[in-house]
């Protein structure tokens, strides 16, 4: 059964704390935007997809309570004006990931529509902008099975070799259901892979310095039963050169993929485009159109977040042989103290470098002038 990390039924939402993976699997309930807003900050939720879901639901849980106790004005436009302050709060907790300020526009829109109708009151903009976020939840799900689907036809059909008949993939930091509201992006290729009986073996990044491939991704493909195997970040090139392994392609997930192509995603992905294109494997990126950002040229323009030196200067979990008590964390330091340390969070992977944009409306290729032309993904 695929891991369910977001869950949500009228009003009521718990995620799993991702900061204690794999360790323990602990849900937590998230009440208010500004919970939201620091569990973005802290990481307790982080992928693109799913940030934007659990801002957006996090919003509606609190306009469901504000219902409930009648602490909602009646007024319409107050009501609008509250809900458009709320999300402009919540895209600051994470800038880079395109999906948060793509679903904050959407839902400002929705409200604002809402207010302007004839007769419209302060409970009817908050129910329109309910039923809009929790709409998102379940699409974002289609989505990403649509994206899976049309992530493992095209392997099958363009990165095995003929007489193989299955696919081995390597994929990086964690695309799954921790990181969307369900199945994933780049490991929804994977799982797809396997429904369909054609995956051989995958492979995961530990994806240091947050290590979200040896916490999560190894977490999930474990949690499913898939044919697995972690490696460090600095195996890669040695695991694409070997023939034992025959690795078919790449899969990676995106926080934004700027106009032309270019691609923002967890620092490291840059490095395996090069080397998928020094041996000749497919190299993939897996997301949803919402993170398909037209407005942004190229990945020059992208602002990269640097992330707190400890990250990379120290390590926790939990003591050997102590795994299963909660909240019994250990912190190691584990370079020298006073180190200058520098920690962007991602890096931008030049589309010359990319095979294909695997969507929920197909796989787009380069055209015959060795351009992606995305902008055609949001015609019809």
Known sequence: MTLQAIKYNEGVLTIID??????????????????????????????????AIVAALALASELHQLIADGGLSSVADEVRVFIVEKLEYLVSSR???????????????????SATHDGSTGHGVAVAFIKAAEAML????QDNKQIGEHGAKWIMANAVTAGEGKATVLTHCNTGSLATSGYGTALGVIRSLSSMNSLRHAYCTET????????????ELVHDGLPSTLITDSMAAALLASSKASVSAIVVGADRVAA????????????????????????LVAAPLTTIDLSTKSGDEIVI??????????????????????????????????????????DITPATLIDGIVTEKGVMEKAADGQFHLAGLFEG
């Open 18 to 51: 991702q900061l204690q993976l794999p360790y323990v699997e602990q849900f937590i309930e998230i009440k208010t935007s500004e919970q939201a807003w620091h569990a973005i900050k802290a990481m307790q939720v982080r992928g693109a997809p799913a940030i």
């Open 95 to 113: 800038p880079t990931a395109v999906n948060l300020g793509d679903a904050a526009r959407k839902l400002e829109l929705v409200v604002s529509q």
């Open 138 to 141: 379940l699409k974002d799900v």
């Open 208 to 219: 240091r310095p947050y290590n979200q491939g040896s916490r999560l991704t190894a977490f």
């Open 260 to 283: 032309n192509g270019d691609t923002a995603n967890k620092i490291g992905t840059y490095g395996l485009a090069v080397l998928a294109k020094y041996h000749g494997v497919r190299f």
């Open 305 to 346: 977040e640097e992330r707190p030196a400890v990250e990379v200067t120290r390590v926790k979990g939990p003591c050997e042989g102590n795994i299963s008590k909660v909240g019994e964390l250990e912190t190691v330091r584990i370079a020298a103290e006073g180190i200058n340390v520098w920690n962007p969070a991602f």
